[in-house]
């Protein structure tokens, strides 16, 4: 297989190079700052707007910080957004509509509002309306792919406004340069050979909610494929039985896979329990299916190689379908649809 032939951008290298990103983040953002920081105490609450690939960083934050933090995905603003909320709108190209819809009722509605993008209308109009912007420099990468440095960015934004009183930053700095993608690759083309041919279905605890997302969003677009992704406890409550006695007019049990990413170390012991129970049950119906242990030293290591890992997973998954895991035509073919009068 000529991977070069098929990877025309080189995901590959981008992949390699992912931990650096956090530094090109957090140095993006260093001066990003609000002029009329109009706080006494922190805000009440802060809203992440962004879409797809941009929307990934709001939503390991709010793993993070689930009680301060809402990720936020449509047009104009959540119920939660009030006068005390600070307002920070990422979108990797700067011009999507949702997004700029967010940033516009914020500024409309004189909220504080911060963005993060590499240029775009998001850039444009906040020169216009003089919202500190953090521009993310080259090489321009999939926005899926830039979540190292939009999370980064993002982080850094928060400390700048002495939000963030933890030392995830340093924690992330040092991740940056300790993590190292190579050494998951192997895996991810050993996974990809397995799922070939088949729906991929990603569970995880719910604490890993969003890196079972990022794999499945990552199997859609890199490698163009359905796939579908779900967590403990709640799929065995109802999704378990659709994986019962698998209805051959609809699927062959063939034609599935499922992977459980497990964290062995934090999950509740009962967590555990119930992913030995569903794996064994899946197997019995005759369908694949595998533990991907997660490891690391502290919550951001777990998160991050595993999503590598599922990056690594989803490009060999296009080299094996010959496809080229940068371009997302249907993507690209919606947002000028959308621009049409
Ligand atoms: O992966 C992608 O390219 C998409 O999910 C985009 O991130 C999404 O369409 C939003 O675009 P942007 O990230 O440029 O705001």
Redo the contacts with the bound molecule.
């Keep these: 297989m000529e991977v070069t032939k098929i990877d025309k951008s080189n995901m590959r290298k981008t992949i390699l190079d992912f931990p650096k990103q956090f530094k090109v983040g957090v140095n993006a953002a260093k001066k990003t700052h609000l002029e009329k920081w109009s706080f006494l105490t922190p805000p009440e609450n802060i809203i992440v707007c962004?879409?797809?690939?941009?929307a990934l960083p709001g939503d390991i934050l709010v793993t993070l910080r689930p009680l301060d933090v809402f990720s936020y995905k449509s047009y104009r603003l959540p119920l939660q957004a009030g006068n005390e909320s600070l307002i920070i709108c990422i979108?990797?190209?700067?011009?999507?509509e949702e997004?700029l819809s967010s940033f516009e009722t914020a500024v409309g509605r004189n909220l504080p509002v911060i963005s993060i993008t590499t240029g775009g209308k998001l850039a444009e109009l906040s020169k216009k309306y003089k919202v500190p912007c953090v521009i993310l420099p080259p090489p321009y990468v999939?926005?899926?792919l830039a979540l190292g440095q939009m999370f980064a960015a993002l982080l850094q934004v928060l400390k700048n406004h002495n939000l963030l009183d933890d030392p995830i930053i340093n924690d992330l700095l040092k991740l940056g340069n300790s993590l190292k993608p190579a050494d998951f690759e192997l895996k991810g083309k050993k996974i990809a050979k397995e799922i070939f041919g088949r729906i991929p279905i990603i569970y995880n605890s719910r604490r890993f909610r969003v890196v079972g997302t990022i794999w499945k969003n990552s199997l859609n677009?890199t490698a163009k494929i359905l796939a579908l992704a779900n967590y403990f406890p709640e799929l065995n409550h109802n999704e378990i039985v659709g994986l019962w006695r698998i209805n051959e007019s609809q699927i062959s049990n063939d034609k599935i896979y499922v992977l459980i990413l497990r964290d062995k170390e934090s999950s509740h012991p009962r967590i555990l329990k119930q992913m030995e129970i569903t794996k064994n049950f899946i197997e019995k119906e005759g369908i694949g299916v595998e533990f991907i242990e997660i490891k690391g030293k502290n919550l951001l290591e777990k998160f991050f190689s595993t999503i590598i890992l599922g990056f690594w997973t989803s490009f060999w998954l296009a080299m094996e379908y010959k496809v080229d895991p940068t371009q997302?035509k249907p993507?690209d073919e919606f947002k000028r649809k959308l621009k049409e009068k």
Aim: aromatic share 6%; net charge neutral; proline share 11%.
């Design positions: 962004g879409m797809g690939g941009s979108s990797y190209s700067g011009n999507t997004t999939p926005p899926r677009e997302i993507i």
